[in-house]
């Protein structure tokens, strides 16, 4: 099974992030035949549910790009179906407590290490025969930090076993800080919040990615030591494209 | 950012809410051409999910109503993606006890009032770039009072911080009071029923739907005091149209 | 196979019509649990393609009345592929000419009588195994008659071997003659055209009908001989529901 | 109401039932040609959703099988809204305790029995006017029995008021047992917990199915007194015939 | 009825144009929500068809744009049903002919300027009740010149009574001159074709386009004298936006 | 660019082609899995049309099969639309004449061979950036050969410049011959017609292909000296593995 996100880590890179917020084959294929080492279809804050991400995942068949999803919320059904249609890696919204976090991991996991079902449809389809034997040690799962109880709890929360990693939410942590939710935070609360996470993450062994908006922002990420890094979805890029566009055309 | 609604309650009349049922951004198109205050998208006993509901409310945005969502049970992942979504109101099934009520409270409201994650992809493009300051007052919650219980805690349910109002389903409370499950009823006990809710709403502070049937009993709701009413959704109105053109044509 | 359209024509009564111009299989589902002789999907004026009218056919499955389409134009693939699809009538607009009116006839009939290619994926599943033997005779044809030069060379387009009959468009047919388009017409003008395609059909053998809008029309229009008469769209039945509701509403 | 499952049962003999995991309604207009008695579903690891499987059900409404779904996990809202959707049967997965088994029986029962919400908008429209008065009575509940746990907790599981039946997952049964994940197994092991989950099921006066893949194991599990069999999606039919298919035309 | 481009042209000025390859709703209300004087949805190279163009235009409701079509060819029935749903104006490839322009123009206009045939099914509800009197006035018809044929005829096509303009195609324009094809050309012999369509358009009164990539070739043309220029699709857009941001990222 | 069924020819063998009748991405991606040398996607007989035909080119995208798709008729519209949508070969149904021949072969090729229009949207992604230099080579350009007509003009369209080769459906070649509609056909006049066919083909250098259903007959015609040959469609594959499953439950 290929996994480019962690063959990118084994190489003590870090990996570079797509993010599709628009529900369509289209854009997600796109987004695809650009060289980022992971993309994950954003089922919670973009406009994305499991009917468009199935079409977007199958688009995306030919990419050597690791495949992920982030889910709406901690519920296991949507979580194991994404897995089931595919997708190698889950980004887990709101983890604020280990006990969250060890439900996450287990929605992940085939027993004996997890309650993950068994019937991985299209995954052993496209990621081979074998895949039942390896999908514990392969499937990512990223617990997304960005509350202040999380940030509380955040040495606990990394210590769940079989957690690959955590991933770190800015707009939420900031608007859960008291701070202006945005992204590309330079507050020094939010700041030093985003140290703790990144610390603490690496301490336990885990990974630890961030999302981001520009790209000068998130090579500072990487610069900081983050191992997964993303620069906006394709939403954005897209908008942002048609801003300076028109804003070109219009001046005279 | 406009609100109908809200408007139309600032003004100390009554909302009339049109209510779709059916999955078609043609079919919610029709509706929103037509003078309804507030129109909602029935993810729950509507044939609606998400992946309908949101070219639903693309086809409605030039619509002058407030569009809302009553979203298929007290779940946050679905609460919260209406919301990013656009909709500008949550009426939420079989709230019982004022933790549900707390909970989904919570699930509309940002920090520091709430856990609503920040992400509010289509929200700020259709309501402006202030919505993030402004959607905890604009955001409209209602709870769905509608069991035996809820009856019991009614006024532990309208006491809830934050929460809008309360908002009738008589189908399930006569159903849970011993009564025939239908709308416009007039059973004496759930007559009853009704009236304590918005009784108890009203001392609160908090405004009071109820979903009816027909204009007559609407009407008679108004009068009774509530801020907001349902004439039957979209698809009753076809089918009620189709049956009456067909006795017609039918009739020597 | 069941052909409810034909059981009326062999009763010598006249068809009512449903009319689906929603794309939509729940509004096709709705419709055809009323109790019409025949619905027609309408693809030229409805807001329907091969994409959303193949799940309409399949929810009208249940159904007992045959079920039609309105192709856009006289073009060959779409017509083949709604009989295809399991469509028993074709309705094709804008047949001005009889050969034209040939050409259609050939698009819906197999060798020897036509061109229709054979390949009955769904209708053979639907319609039973003898649909290939029994289709030339099954399938309805109807040509309208719309036009100023359709209404000079009626007589010549009724004689078209094969074809079921013909279906006067009134907008259309206004139109031309230099009246405003609408339907339910009672301009002389149009009357008498109406009155000459009638009678052209009927002494051909074949048979006529007329798009209507209001009950009382269309039943005037059976009066006057017409085999089928449609009473309008379901958008139009749902759109003046809903003004009738919010009138009844907004009146004190 | 037809319930082709339930007079199967009356006559004291197996159901055959049809799986569904394509999000097609063409392949399941297929599978409902053919005569099983009765065609779940698969909203979990079929790659079918809400939004799928509605015209999946619509496609079917001419079929005499039982239509059922299975759900993605116990989460009340999809329960119900397959239901509304006409579903005549839920099959429930990870059921491994008496309460989640109680809470599962609610969500498909209407008050007094449970707490399902009311407004069955297309059960009412598709099983009759009286849907609301015999669902209670008619709408299967099967728990499924696949873990170590819910295998200590089985007695206590079918001994849950108003529930239909089990329905074994061998996959994940023998995954939990420490066994490969497969189907039409015959471990030892694995053998020991299907007897012991069909002899409490029939000893509660249940009923018990079991998912299994091949005709000759379904019918071996027939005889040792399942209720209830499945032999394989539509999606294995499918690839297995293809398979052979190209075996057939590559070997010379 | 408002018409964004038609004032813009009373103005003396040049449209700006967005472009629309993507079928989807999402990108679509995107694209609207920046400032272009027209949004054209591209069925012919774009990847969009009637099924997909219908909820763009739906979703692009709250528009100030002139909402357009490209059709896949000069085929009636396509360019009818774009009309019905809303379109104003209509790009037609490949007229190389006045005759084919006069058919062209006649499938744009209701008797007795052409054949249109009657039935605004969505254009009514959107562009007000007075559409059928107006829409032959306010229709855009604009034919592709974009051959050597084309550009022999074009005299005489542009003396088509009541087409509105033509659009240059330079990628066909240039191939069917022997030149590579490719947008924003500098090809001497390319560039006098575009010269020689511009000054007979504008000689017989008519409008000229232009399809365009970058912003700064469409100023130029706009310089030149052109009414209207496209500067790229969406899906240009984005993809340039990706490649640039991750050149960046990728760039030490 | 790779073309396996260019390379299969290459080598002097005989390609085998899957076929796609249902319009889903999944059932493609299933097919797409499994070896054939080239898919054909139908929009004729199959129950696809562009909307889901180009999600189902996405879902094999990473499949080594040379992707092609069966037209609804001779109409330019289409077929330039699958090109464009990474189709590499066409199958062209009732090419009568050598007119049509001539026709077809242009709306395929670009200028100077023809006047395919130039804007490969999607083609150029998944072909590479040369695709416009080597598309007219690399499309397979198929001309169906299935009636009397097509039989007594068959040199003449053999000769027609730049087409790949002939298919036959027998089908509708048998229907034409006043024989039974059906594949695999043993009728001594069939046969006949299909050796004429195939060495017509041959002595003008071009590729014959033919729709078969069973392997064996596939085979046999490979025999013969077919160039290419279909097995069916995954309808029939499915429905004919369900028959064969039910048929070995219900027998004791």
């Given at each position: ?40 279809v954003?089922l ?6 499991y009917?468009?991400a199935?079409?977007?995942l ?10 992920m999803a982030?889910v ?6 949507i979580i194991m179906k994404m897995l089931d249609a595919g997708a190698?890696?889950i ?162």
């Open positions: 099974m290929r996994n480019r996100l962690r063959d990118v880590w084994t190489n003590r890179s870090a990996g570079i992030n797509g993010w599709l917020a628009i529900p369509s084959p289209v854009t997600a294929e796109i987004v695809s035949q650009h060289e980022f080492d992971s993309i994950t954003d919670q804050h973009g406009l994305v549910d009917t468009s199935l079409p977007m199958q688009a995306m068949g030919h990419s050597q790009a690791t495949l982030r709406p919320w901690l519920e296991p059904g190698l890696g980004i887990c919204p709101m983890i604020n407590t280990p006990e969250q976090a060890a439900q996450f991991v287990g929605y992940c996991r085939y027993a004996p290490l997890g309650e993950r079902s068994f019937g991985p449809t299209r995954a052993i389809s496209v990621h081979g025969s074998d895949y039942a034997s390896v999908a514990n040690e392969q499937v990512i799962a990223l617990a997304m930090v960005e509350t202040r109880t999380a940030l509380a709890n955040v040495d606990a929360i990394v210590a769940t076993p079989n957690l690959t990693g955590v991933y770190i939410g800015p707009s939420d942590l900031a608007l859960s800080l008291g701070c202006v939710p945005k992204l590309d935070h330079d507050d020094p609360i939010v700041m030093e919040a985003i140290h703790t996470v990144l610390n603490s993450a690496h301490r336990a062994g885990l990974k630890a990615g961030i999302h981001c908006l520009t790209p000068a922002y998130a090579k500072a990420m990487i610069e900081l030591g983050f191992d997964l890094v993303t620069t906006g979805s394709e939403l954005r890029a897209l908008s942002a494209s048609l801003s300076h566009l028109l804003s070109t055309m219009r001046t005279p």
